[in-house]
């Protein structure tokens, strides 16, 4: 078995492991739950890492508030799950690794990718999803009520033996199947796995698939008609570098059955991206943030021109802070307005609320709005689209309020916001209409 490690990510401990005879760096993050010793146990798993450990650096990490991983209250959502990886590379002296996700970790991934491109060499989906409930595009997804009811039984049935024999129905004989659930009933327990999948159902990356820009394989048994060979195709479709590949086999969990044509896959992919010249992204996915001062007009007229630029300097001054304390980067500041960036829409959002309260303080009051989208990495900072959206949504906003656009409210489930929806807008010069959403106090 290999050490086990740990890394610090914020205030919580990641454990995470590193194995493997191959050179390029390769993190592997199944879906649900794991355990990282007790994985060495499972015949499956076992034979599933030695297989990745002949080709790769193998980086395997139990999710934060699982396994070995410090728990956490909450469902972590997707940007503090994305600082944990890169703190588990920082920690093992990876720079960049192809990131493998499975089953309902494919947002993670997809999210990491688009987000920080310099740290990913590639993407794989092994049998993995972008979102989990029923929409128009995915008609064969569960709907919200058939999803609840499925993680009401996980709930029910974590002591249940019987739930774990019927579970894992795939295996020959009972006594495997308890085998290979005993690694992720142990590792987190049936409040925190029915919170995890509940938030799960909140999460939607379809939105972001076109930033994906780094070579990705969308890998898929192709032996049954399912949820997941037909959830394969839309993805490989959607994300602009992707690579379909279906393998035989039936069983959508990717270590059980035949393992070698999926690891067969996996190699040739990991050999192409190594012997590749690594992508140097000139898009990102980042989430944009526009501030201004409401009335500054008439504000201005009041003060003169000396008390203008004395509360100019004093409201700038309080901006950044807050900007550093949330990890923005600020891209520019024209007159008595703001535009920043954020790798995460929470900090994006928590940073707007927390410069209002600051500001208002100075008596004024600003308005703030945020998008997520890809954006173009120019010398100035970014461009794009999404950064015109971002300042079209800020212009829609009232007094003291933060407003974003749906992409933003989907990418923030587990986060402890919640949102209030403001209708349909068409935004000045950006085609189609746009649902927003103003964030709660």
Same mark, same amino acid.
């Given at each position: 078995?290999?050490?086990?490690?740990?890394?610090?990510?914020?205030?919580?401990?990641?454990?995470?492991?590193?194995?493997?005879?191959?050179?390029?760096?390769?993190?592997?993050?199944?879906?649900?739950?794991?355990?990282?010793?007790?994985?060495?146990?499972?015949?499956?798993?076992?034979?599933?890492?030695?297989?990745?450990?002949?080709?790769?650096?193998?980086?395997?990490?139990?999710?934060?508030?699982?396994?070995?991983?410090?728990?956490?209250?909450?469902?972590?959502?997707?940007?503090?799950?994305?600082?944990?990886? #890169?703190?588990?590379?920082?920690?093992?002296?990876?720079?960049?690794?192809?990131?493998?996700?499975?089953?309902?970790?494919?947002?993670?991934?997809?999210?990491?990718?688009?987000?920080?491109?310099?740290?990913?060499?590639?993407?794989?989906?092994?049998?993995?999803?972008?979102?989990?409930?029923?929409?128009?595009?995915?008609?064969?997804?569960?709907?919200?009520?058939?999803?609840?009811?499925?993680?009401?039984?996980?709930?029910?049935?974590?002591?249940?033996?019987?739930?774990?024999?019927?579970?894992?129905?795939?295996?020959?004989?009972?006594?495997?199947?308890?085998?290979?659930?005993?690694?992720?009933?142990?590792?987190?327990?049936?409040?925190?796995?029915?919170?995890?999948?509940?938030?799960?159902?909140?999460?939607?990356?379809?939105?972001?698939? @076109?930033?994906?820009?780094?070579?990705?394989?969308?890998?898929?048994?192709?032996?049954?008609?399912?949820?997941?060979?037909?959830?394969?195709?839309?993805?490989?479709?959607?994300?602009?570098?992707?690579?379909?590949?279906?393998?035989?086999?039936?069983? @959508?969990?990717?270590?059980?059955?035949?393992?070698?044509?999926?690891?067969?896959?996996?190699?040739?992919?990991?050999?192409?991206?190594?012997?590749?010249?690594?992508?140097?992204?000139?898009?990102?996915?980042?989430?944009?943030?526009?501030?201004?001062?409401?009335?500054?007009?008439?504000?201005?007229?009041?003060?003169?021109?000396?008390?203008?630029?004395?509360?100019?300097?004093?409201?700038?001054?309080?901006?950044?802070?807050?900007?550093?304390?949330?990890?923005?980067?600020?891209?520019?500041?024209?007159?008595?307005?703001?535009?920043?960036?954020?790798?995460?829409?929470?900090?994006?959002?928590?940073?707007?609320?927390?410069?209002?309260?600051?500001?208002?303080?100075?008596?004024?009051?600003?308005? /703030?709005?945020?998008?997520?989208?890809?954006?173009?990495?120019?010398?100035?900072?970014?461009?794009?689209?999404?950064?015109?959206?971002?300042?079209?949504? @800020?212009?829609?906003?009232?007094?003291?309020?933060?407003?974003?656009?749906?992409?933003? #409210?989907?990418?923030?489930?587990?986060?402890?916001?919640?949102?209030?929806?403001?209708?349909?807008?068409?935004?000045?010069?950006?085609?189609?209409?746009?649902?927003?959403? /103003?964030?709660?106090?």
């Amino acid at each position: 078995m290999p050490e086990t490690r740990y890394a610090r990510s914020g205030e919580v401990n990641i454990a995470y492991q590193v194995f493997g005879e191959g050179e390029t760096p390769f993190v592997w993050i199944p879906g649900f739950a794991q355990h990282l010793e007790l994985n060495w146990e499972e015949p499956n798993r076992r034979s599933w890492f030695e297989g990745l450990g002949e080709f790769a650096r193998v980086v395997v990490l139990d999710k934060r508030g699982t396994g070995l991983s410090d728990r956490v209250e909450g469902s972590p959502p997707l940007e503090v799950r994305m600082d944990d990886i #890169r703190a588990v590379l920082d920690d093992a002296s990876i720079d960049r690794a192809v990131v493998c996700v499975a089953g309902d970790s494919g947002p993670l991934g997809i999210l990491f990718a688009a987000s920080h491109a310099e740290r990913a060499l590639g993407l794989i989906l092994c049998n993995a999803v972008a979102n989990s409930t029923r929409t128009h595009d995915l008609p064969w997804l569960d709907t919200p009520e058939e999803y609840a009811r499925s993680v009401d039984e996980v709930v029910r049935g974590w002591a249940d033996p019987d739930f774990w024999d019927e579970m894992f129905h795939e295996l020959p004989t009972r006594e495997e199947r308890l085998a290979f659930a005993r690694p992720i009933r142990l590792s987190v327990s049936p409040g925190s796995m029915g919170a995890y999948l509940r938030m799960n159902a909140d999460i939607d990356v379809r939105h972001i698939l @076109s930033s994906v820009r780094v070579p990705t394989l969308v890998l898929a048994r192709a032996g049954r008609d399912s949820i997941i060979t037909r959830t394969a195709p839309y993805l490989a479709e959607h994300i602009p570098t992707a690579r379909l590949v279906r393998v035989e086999g039936d069983i @959508s969990i990717p270590v059980l059955g035949d393992q070698r044509p999926m690891q067969a896959e996996i190699r040739r992919f990991v050999e192409e991206v190594a012997e590749g010249v690594p992508v140097e992204p000139d898009r990102i996915l980042a989430t944009v943030l526009f501030t201004d001062i409401v009335g500054s007009t008439a504000k201005a007229a009041e003060l003169g021109d000396a008390g203008w630029r004395e509360l100019l300097a004093a409201h700038h001054e309080r901006i950044r802070r807050e900007l550093s304390r949330f990890r923005g980067r600020e891209i520019d500041t024209a007159g008595d307005g703001f535009f920043a960036t954020f790798d995460g829409p929470a900090r994006a959002i928590r940073c707007a609320r927390a410069a209002i309260e600051s500001v208002r303080e100075l008596g004024i009051e600003i308005r /703030a709005g945020l998008h997520t989208g890809e954006c173009e990495v120019v010398e100035a900072g970014v461009g794009g689209i999404a950064v015109h959206i971002g300042a079209r949504v @800020s212009a829609e906003a009232a007094p003291g309020e933060v407003l974003v656009s749906s992409t933003v #409210r989907d990418l923030v489930a587990g986060s402890g916001l919640e949102f209030r929806e403001r209708g349909i807008a068409d935004l000045k010069g950006v085609p189609g209409e746009w649902r927003l959403y /103003a964030v709660e106090r």
